[in-house]
């Protein structure tokens, strides 16, 4: 267990809300990201971070920020939610390194309606 | 256009059966990693191969390596409904500097009693 929790689980919003999920990690990793998981693309990467306030654009930023204040927690913001954005999203750390493997948070379920 | 490009995207078999998945892809990888997801989960790490022409066994799942690090197989001996679930390879291309993983879309593999 690499000490991940996702928050909140499940959400359903209305199109042009901003949304905010929460990625929490318990041992201090330096590196995380954020995917986006839908129907016949795998996972997609949308933002990533090496380190406090260090983050970077995955390949599908476009529309979504992200903010890492503290070690342990990772944001995600959508500033108005589109439907395009309905999908299932997951925080994943990586131990020891950017190119080791992953570990993922049991993600989020967001409906935007 | 994915990177990498799993086939087949679904497979149903009887319990006791063999099945084999395959990840293919035009670029060369310096890792490849397969990981395995339930619903309501995030991916879980079965295995992770870097050594072209490699061959990892874990139980009755075989992993392979393409010899040009390229492509990689996973290969089931007498599954069992608990080996059903979405199975996805990854890896970090040799032209990625940084390490972002990039995904296949996944197989989708239902072992039947």
């Known amino acids: 267990d690499a000490g991940i929790t996702q928050s909140p689980r499940h959400k359903v919003t209305e199109t042009g809300t901003p949304v905010t999920l929460r990625c929490h990690q318990t041992e201090n990793h330096r590196y995380m990201y954020w995917y986006r998981q839908d129907p016949g693309h795998g996972l997609r990467l949308i933002h990533y971070?090496?380190?406090?306030?260090?983050?970077d654009k995955g390949e599908v930023s476009d529309g979504y920020s992200v903010s890492r204040s503290k070690t342990e927690d990772f944001l995600l913001t959508l500033e108005s939610a589109t439907s395009s954005q309905t999908s299932v999203y997951f925080c994943a750390i990586s131990v020891g390194g950017s190119n080791q493997p992953q570990h993922f948070g049991d993600g989020t379920r967001l409906s935007i309606l | 256009t994915q990177l990498l490009e799993q086939s087949p995207q679904f497979l149903s078999i009887q319990e006791g059966e063999n099945l084999t998945v395959y990840c293919n892809s035009s670029s060369v990888f310096s890792s490849l990693q397969w990981y395995r997801q339930e619903p309501g989960e995030g991916p879980v790490l079965l295995v992770t191969v870097v050594t072209g022409g490699e061959v990892k066994k874990l139980k009755r799942l075989t992993f392979q390596f393409g010899d040009a690090r390229k492509d990689s197989s996973l290969h089931i001996t007498a599954a069992q409904p608990g080996d059903t679930g979405l199975y996805l390879c990854?890896?970090?291309?040799?032209?990625?500097?940084?390490?972002?993983?990039?995904f296949g879309a996944g197989t989708q593999v239902v072992v039947t009693p």
């Open positions: 971070s090496y380190g406090v306030k260090d983050t």
């Open positions: 990854a890896g970090i291309p040799t032209t990625d500097s940084w390490g972002k993983l990039q």
